[in-house]
Structures are given as structure tokens and as C-alpha cells.
């Protein structure tokens, strides 16, 4: 079934560790999107991407990096930079049909 | 810089009831889309609003689209407990950006 894969769906890290969220898709969607929500809260754009070795920071990238080598994927790495990386953290795409599609989520926990 | 704001951010309903959710954003765009959120869960794709005068229903629910007014509406109407749910819309410019969301508590 066509999709996109969010893993892990929990995750912890200890202070001053980096840790990596997969986000991977085989709609075959050119744009992939990384928000961030904290509780009670709306999504926050960290990064995006609209095409294969590209892609631009949104509203909350410090912290964070990304990486679009493959149009299928598209990681996104909490660095120890970010300091409040506590948050459920989701993945989306689009392709030709504008509406975005979003993984179910991976939720991040600092120990 | 695009924004987009909801309003109410908290709506508590009796069942039976209506209700419209408002959504305005900041700058030009012709698509908006209307998701749902249930708890500790991810987003599940309700409406895509592509033009202006888009009007587009489903069960109770349904949205609108100006976007010469530059506002897209979600009318709930004889809410049930089901549509208890956080209600989100977004814009799509360059990027895509949400609305603050809308929580929704439909009462017995």
C-alpha cells in the first residue's frame, strides 16, 4: 500500500545525544515536510522539502537538520542544539494532487 | 510571512447543535485544507478547498473557501460525539502552514 512511514513511534534520548526520526514514502510525492507539536498545541514547520537535494528551514529549524538525498526519504536529525526537543513530531508529503498526506507520528522524549 | 489563524481555539457543544470554525490567513493562496486530529493521534485529511466559492461537504461537516476574503469556514451541523476532535486548516504557499487548531468537545 502506498503511504508514509514515520519510525520510530517512540523515542528517547538523553541530554546532549543526537537522534534521528525516519520519514519514508512510496507515493512517489515530490514535497516532504517536517512539523513539530507540543501538547495542547498547533504544527510548527521545521524544515521542508520540494525536491531531491533541496530544502529550505521553516519557522523552528535550530536544533535541527535534514537531509533529501533520496526522494523517498527524508530524515530529520534533533540535534543536542536543541534544547527542548521534548514533542510528538510528524512527517508529511505531497505530490501532484495538492493534498498532503501525514506518517503517524513519532513521539520524542528527552531522559 | 504567511499566516494562518483559527478561531474559536476551544469549542465545547451539546450534541445536536451548530456551529462554524473560522480560518484566516495572511496572504494569497487558492489551496486550503481542513484536518482532523484526534488524540495522540496524527492528521487525517478532511477537505482540500482549491478555488474560491469551493464548497465541499462531508456528513455533518462542511467548508468553504473566499480566498478574496482570504477565510475558509468548517459548518458543523447537529454535532454528534464522534466530531469531539482537534480541527486544523492550513495553507499552502510555498510551504504549508497551520492554523493553531480548533478543540472540539461535543456534549451529550
Known amino acids: 500500500d502506498g503511504g508514509i512511514t514515520q519510525s520510530p513511534k517512540y523515542l528517547f534520548r538523553k541530554e546532549g545525544q543526537n537522534v534521528t526520526l525516519s520519514c519514508e514514502q512510496n507515493l512517489n510525492h515530490d514535497a516532504m515536510y517536517w512539523y513539530r507539536q507540543d501538547p495542547g498545541q498547533g504544527l510548527r514547520l521545521i524544515y521542508y522539502s520540494q525536491i531531491v537535494n533541496d530544502f529550505q528551514k521553516g519557522d523552528i529549524a535550530e536544533g535541527y537538520s535534514v537531509s533529501r538525498e533520496k526522494k523517498e526519504s527524508f530524515p530529520l536529525t534533533v540535534t543536542s542544539a536543541q534544547k527542548n526537543p521534548t514533542a510528538f513530531y510528524l512527517c508529511?508529503?505531497?505530490?501532484?494532487?495538492?493534498?498532503?498526506?501525514f506518517g503517524q507520528g513519532t513521539r520524542l522524549t528527552v531522559v | 510571512e504567511l499566516k494562518v489563524e483559527q478561531n474559536p481555539l476551544f469549542l465545547s457543544m451539546q450534541e445536536g447543535k451548530n456551529y462554524t470554525i473560522y480560518c484566516n490567513y495572511s496572504?494569497?493562496?487558492?489551496?486550503l485544507y481542513w484536518y482532523r486530529q484526534d488524540p495522540g493521534k496524527s492528521l487525517e485529511s478532511l477537505f482540500v478547498?482549491?478555488?474560491?466559492?469551493a464548497v465541499k461537504q462531508e456528513g455533518r461537516l462542511m467548508a468553504s473557501l473566499d480566498t478574496k476574503a482570504r477565510l475558509s469556514t468548517l459548518h458543523i451541523t447537529a454535532a454528534v460525539h464522534d466530531l469531539s476532535a482537534t480541527y486544523f486548516c492550513?495553507?499552502?504557499?510555498?510551504?504549508?502552514?497551520f492554523g493553531a487548531g480548533t478543540r472540539l468537545t461535543v456534549k451529550p
Open positions: 478547498l482549491l478555488s474560491n466559492g
Open positions: 496572504t494569497t493562496s487558492d489551496r
Open positions: 492550513a495553507v499552502d504557499k510555498d510551504d504549508m502552514r
Open positions: 508529511a508529503s505531497s505530490g501532484a494532487a495538492p493534498e498532503a498526506f
